[in-house]
């Protein structure tokens, strides 16, 4: 988990660079990202991007990922 931390905060760094430089929000595309992180550093990673469009692959169930906030779903 703390690894995966690691890797998210570079790549939150890395938007807020390129939204700096090109005065534009990037689109973030996360791949499974739930599956290491504990649920308090889930919520936090969603607290960080909920003013971001962001595309996220995950094997969570789906009534668990509604527990995480205001999230627009499209399950496959």
Known sequence: GECRSIILALKLAEKNFFKKVLNKDPIILLD??????????????INLISDSQVFITTSIDSAEIHKLGNINLISL
């Open 32 to 45: 499974d990202v739930f599956s290491e992180l504990d649920i308090d550093r889930q919520d936090h990673l």
